[in-house]
Structures are given as structure tokens and as C-alpha cells.
């Protein structure tokens, strides 16, 4: 028998094979055994294999090889990507779609009100959702059977072609609405969500394939404007207005935009937890429908204002009306709110002047100087000068990339700009174990989840400080005792604690065993969030997987439990949301709970 250089016989005869070698070799196996071959790849790999030769992209564009990257990527159960499939024009598309909201996976807070304002993103269908966990008391069944109590916040909706669709949530007037808007940017490394009025150069022409097109021009101008003196597309952003100009565009354009969200789309946001497989494909089924009808109003919904007649209403549901058309709009809405009263300025006079404002000067906190400085360049713009840069505006969101300052492990946050700040997603290394989200609660036997306990969430970081190791854990709901982000406990991972754990069983009788411990502070004296005080105690971890911090001098107690958040909204409650904007961050500080007409907090 004949042997090829690659050690192939033919099975008949010593005659050699045709010589098989680089991409032949590979388009010669088997559909099943290539898509193993490329599951072992990465993305990048499996990407840069397609682009070497045109027979391999073919190969490569298959469902298999797509449905294993999907799968690798680890968002979803591989049940429900099958699903999602459905919705969609390939698992290539999908996968896209997915390594786009990628970014946007986890917890997303601000530091108002007092109580807490934690917004969890996580898969939806065929859409990722924020959801706002709601500042309750855990009901009779315990955290674990009881429902926990949230509100929508945001979703963006993958279209068909895997391009995407963002609504704000929000409600007014006892009813739901959504608010259609752009997505302007998305960065791979976002941590600070904006939500912005863009200015439009102009006037769209159709739907859906030009809102696409749009954002693709929309980029091109941006990055010819930084090259050309004179361009007014990046010159006048929308973080360069005064925040009470923010507010008061914001409060418009979502009056605009805003659809009525039918009731068949009100109903279920994401799957619910079912052991029945009839019940959820009659889950599916409804969300199917949901995503058909949102899309159906963010390509051809009525755009709900009185600025223009309908024959001259903008085609693009996202964006709502010219520069002068909202002048004349929002000076209205002031002389209706009594700002044109005797010796105060109208909004119209205040647009005449179009007078620069400069940055904040030395009355502005560390926060708001860092904060402009990192998104624009130091000076401010009156609201007529951003109208004038574009004929239309809209409602967009901006996933943006910023240096933010943290106050172990907090960010430090300006107020007064309507964003929410991701929390670290830190990699699954050993010494980052206990890095992520617990629930929280004091004293002992541990009553962690337990009926009428304030619902309390914990997340717990790390740092280097000065050579050392520090795991961190702050408090980010539940306002009963300190502000938001406040550190409970800082312990250092190099130094371990001599101090022995007091108690030899549990609640239940069972024994305890401590797995390691570590010398720390916990907080005490006192309400202020940088300088509360704090004392010496010692963190355990335990082999059953909860963490017990304790003081050493009074002895107090306050014990830790592993959340699977995602698990917990599945089975949750909705209840209705704030009006859009607040709805999205609420920047008023508060002490008491400003959803108590949901919980009885």
C-alpha cells in the first residue's frame, strides 16, 4: 500500500491519494468533527481562519461552528440559545449580537437615594434588560422561595439582523411606555452608562435600514469633525450643557418619543423559572410576540408630540423634531411653568443671549471636574448652541470607557449627570474567590434571607493597596445603617487572623467548620460615607460557603450568602417604574424610599 506524506492510505490499492494539505485538509472533514476542531478556538481564531481563505468562510459561516461560539461565551443555557435562534438570521448574527452586550452583563449603580439604586443587566430574550432591585423587606418564604420586588429600567432588543433596538422604560400617568432611542457608542471596556439627547444632522429618510445608516454616518462625521475647524458634530455634546439644561432636554424628548407599551408586551420581560416544558414554551411564545410588537414601534410607532403636524413628524420614531421646534417647545413649557414671571429670564431670552457658561469653578467637587474633563473639553455650552449643531435630536445611550476615582472600591460619582456606574467584573482567579454579589444580614445564628429582614446586597472586590492584598465589601442596598457604597469591612488576604470563631454549630444544630480567616477593619460610629469610623475584627470564611465578619471589641456580627441575582428576578415580582428619567438614575438624595408604593420598606 501506497503512503501519502501524510500518512493516508488508500484502503483498495498502493496508488497515493491526492495530496491534501492546509485548507483542503480541513474542508475535507466532516461537518460534526470541523465544528469540534473549532470549538477548541477562539473567537478571534475562528475569525481570522475565515478571512484566509474564501472556502473556509464558507465552512466557518455554518450554524455549528457559530452555535458553539455562542455557547462558549457562556451568557446563556444552550436550550435557550436554540431558542433565540428562532428570532434571528444566523448564530454568526447572533453571536455578534452577543459579544456586543457583553459588556453591559452585571451590576450598574448610583449613589442616590440613600436606600439603593441597583440595576442588575442580564439577558432578556433575544435582549438584554436592566432591572432595578427594589429597596424591600424579604417576604414570609425567605429570600430563596419568596419574590424579590423589581422594576424595568432599559432594554436593547436584538433586531433580526442581529443590529439592535434600545427602549427606556419608564411610567407616567398610571400607564407603561417605552422610549425608543439610539445607541451611540459601545465600549468593550464600559463602566459609566450615559443617557443623553443627541443632536441629528439630519432629517432620516425611512426606518430601520436608514437608522442604520445613520449611525454609520453619524461616526464618519464624528471623526471628520476632530480633522476640520468649523464642524459643530463633537464640538457641543450633550455633557457640556448645565445640568439643569440636561434635565429639562431629557423631560422633553421623553415626552416625545414616548409609545404606549400594548399589553401583549407587558407582560413578560424574560423567561420565567419552570420545571414545566409546556409552560415554557408558552413563555416563549409570548416573548416572541413582545419582541415582534417592540420592534414594530421602534421602526414605525407614532412619535407623540404637537411640534408638527403629521405629514411633517419625523420617520424615525428615535428622534422627535428640529432645534427650533424645541426651543419653541421648551420656552412653552417654561412660561407654562411660571418661568416667564417678572424679573426672571424665559428660556427664550435665556436662548437669545446664547451667553458661553464656563466650567464650574472652585465651588465644583472633585467628582464634577473629573468628570467633565474625562468627557469633554473644560467649557460649557448653552442649550441653544447644542441645538443649533443639528436640525433633529433623539434620545440616545452611551456605553462610554472612563478613569473614574473610587473610595475603596466605591466610584466616585457626579451627581448631578444622568449615568450609572458598573461595578468591577474581576476575573475568577483563586484569590479572587469571593469576589461578587451576597446578601447580607446581622447577627448570628446566621438569618441571611430570612422573613421580615431588610433585603440587603453586599459586593465584594478587591485591591492593592501599598503591596497588600484588601478584599472589600460594600453595602450597595439597604440604607438603614450607611450610605451607599460604604465599605462594611476591609480585610487584608495576607494577613491571617489568630482570633477564634465563637460559635461550634449553626441554627440548625449543624457543626462549623471554618475553612480560613483574616485580620480586618469594620465600620463603625457614625453616618458619613468617607470617615464613618472603624475597628478591628477578623473575616471567616466558612466551609459551608458563607463569610462572618465580627468586631472584635463588641462582638457584633454580620454574615454573608452567595446571590444568583439572575435566578432571583426570574421568580421575582415586576412592579411598575419610576417616570423615565428617574427611572433611569435618581439623582435626588434621598433618605427614605422612594418606591415605598411597591414594598413596605
Not at 478571534?44 to 464558507?58: F, H, K, Q, T, W
Amino acid at each position: 500500500m501506497g503512503k501519502t506524506r501524510f500518512g493516508l492510505f488508500s484502503p483498495k490499492s498502493s496508488i497515493m491519494l491526492p495530496d491534501i494539505c492546509g485548507s483542503s485538509l480541513l474542508l475535507a472533514l466532516p461537518d460534526d468533527i470541523f465544528s469540534v476542531i473549532t470549538s477548541s478556538l477562539s473567537l478571534r481564531d475562528v475569525c481570522n481562519l475565515g478571512l484566509s481563505c474564501p472556502g473556509l468562510d464558507a465552512v466557518l459561516s455554518s450554524d455549528k461552528v457559530w452555535l458553539s461560539q455562542c455557547n462558549k461565551l457562556g451568557l446563556l443555557p444552550f436550550s435557550t440559545l436554540i431558542e433565540w435562534r428562532k428570532g434571528v438570521l444566523s448564530y454568526k448574527a447572533l453571536c455578534r449580537f452577543l459579544v456586543n452586550i457583553q459588556p453591559l452583563i452585571g451590576i450598574w449603580v448610583h449613589k442616590n437615594p440613600e436606600l439603593g439604586n441597583v440595576v442588575y443587566v442580564m439577558p432578556g430574550f433575544l435582549s438584554v434588560i436592566g432591572c432595578r432591585i427594589i429597596p424591600q423587606e424579604i417576604g414570609p418564604l425567605g429570600l430563596e422561595d419568596s419574590p424579590i420586588l423589581w422594576a424595568p429600567v432599559f432594554e436593547i432588543i436584538c433586531k433580526y439582523d442581529c443590529s439592535k433596538a434600545f427602549f427606556l422604560h419608564g411610567r407616567e400617568q398610571g400607564a407603561d411606555y417605552v422610549y425608543p432611542g439610539l445607541l451611540k457608542s459601545f465600549d468593550r471596556d464600559c463602566n459609566v452608562l450615559l443617557l443623553e439627547v443627541e443632536h441629528r444632522l439630519q432629517r432620516d429618510e425611512g426606518k430601520l435600514a436608514d437608522i442604520k445608516k445613520f449611525a454609520d454616518e453619524a461616526e464618519k462625521e464624528k471623526s471628520k469633525s476632530q480633522r476640520i475647524v468649523g464642524q459643530k458634530w463633537t464640538e457641543n455634546p450633550f455633557i457640556r450643557l448645565e445640568s439643569d439644561d440636561q434635565s429639562r432636554l431629557l423631560d422633553f424628548v421623553t415626552s416625545q418619543v414616548r409609545d404606549f407599551v400594548p399589553e401583549a408586551a407587558n407582560v413578560l420581560l424574560f423567561p420565567r423559572s419552570r420545571n414545566d416544558e409546556v409552560d415554557s414554551k408558552q413563555d416563549f411564545a409570548a416573548l416572541h410576540e413582545r419582541r415582534l410588537l417592540l420592534l414594530e414601534l421602534y421602526e414605525h410607532g407614532n412619535v407623540n408630540h404637537d411640534i408638527k403636524s403629521d405629514e411633517e413628524s419625523p420617520s424615525n420614531p428615535t428622534e422627535l423634531g428640529s432645534s427650533d421646534d424645541v426651543s419653541e417647545s421648551l420656552d412653552s413649557t417654561s412660561a407654562h411653568q411660571g418661568q416667564s414671571s417678572k424679573g426672571k429670564k424665559t428660556l427664550s431670552a435665556f436662548l437669545k443671549n446664547g451667553l458661553k457658561k464656563l466650567l464650574r469653578k472652585s465651588s465644583s467637587t472633585n467628582s464634577d471636574r473629573e468628570y467633565q474633563e474625562a468627557a469633554s473639553p473644560s467649557y460649557q455650552i448653552t442649550l441653544d448652541e447644542f441645538l443649533e449643531s443639528g436640525d433633529w435630536v433623539g434620545l440616545s445611550v452611551q456605553a462610554a470607557t472612563m478613569q473614574l476615582r473610587c473610595y475603596k472600591a466605591w466610584p466616585i460619582m457626579q451627581e448631578s449627570i444622568s449615568a450609572l456606574y458598573k461595578l468591577p467584573v474581576q476575573t475568577p482567579e483563586a484569590c479572587d474567590e469571593y469576589a461578587g454579589l451576597w446578601a447580607g444580614n446581622s447577627g448570628w445564628p446566621p438569618s441571611t434571607g430570612k422573613p421580615g429582614g431588610r433585603l440587603c446586597f453586599i459586593f465584594v472586590s478587591y485591591e492593592e493597596s501599598e503591596g497588600q492584598r484588601q478584599m472589600i465589601a460594600n453595602k450597595i442596598l439597604q440604607g438603614s445603617m450607611y450610605p451607599n457604597g460604604s465599605a462594611m469591612f476591609v480585610v487584608n488576604t495576607d494577613q491571617p487572623s489568630t482570633d477564634i470563631f465563637p460559635w461550634d454549630t449553626d441554627e440548625e444544630s449543624n457543626l462549623i467548620d471554618v475553612k480560613q480567616s483574616f485580620k480586618g477593619e469594620g465600620i463603625s460610629d457614625g453616618y458619613g460615607f468617607r470617615y464613618p469610623g472603624s475597628k478591628p475584627g477578623s473575616l471567616f470564611v466558612l466551609e459551608n460557603g458563607m463569610l462572618v465578619f465580627i468586631w472584635k471589641e463588641s462582638r457584633d456580627v454580620l454574615t454573608l450568602k452567595r446571590l444568583n441575582l439572575a435566578d432571583l428576578l426570574k421568580r421575582g415580582e415586576r412592579v411598575p417604574s419610576l417616570p423615565p428619567i428617574s427611572n433611569f438614575a435618581y439623582l435626588t438624595r434621598e433618605y427614605r424610599n422612594v418606591y415605598s408604593g411597591f414594598s413596605d420598606y
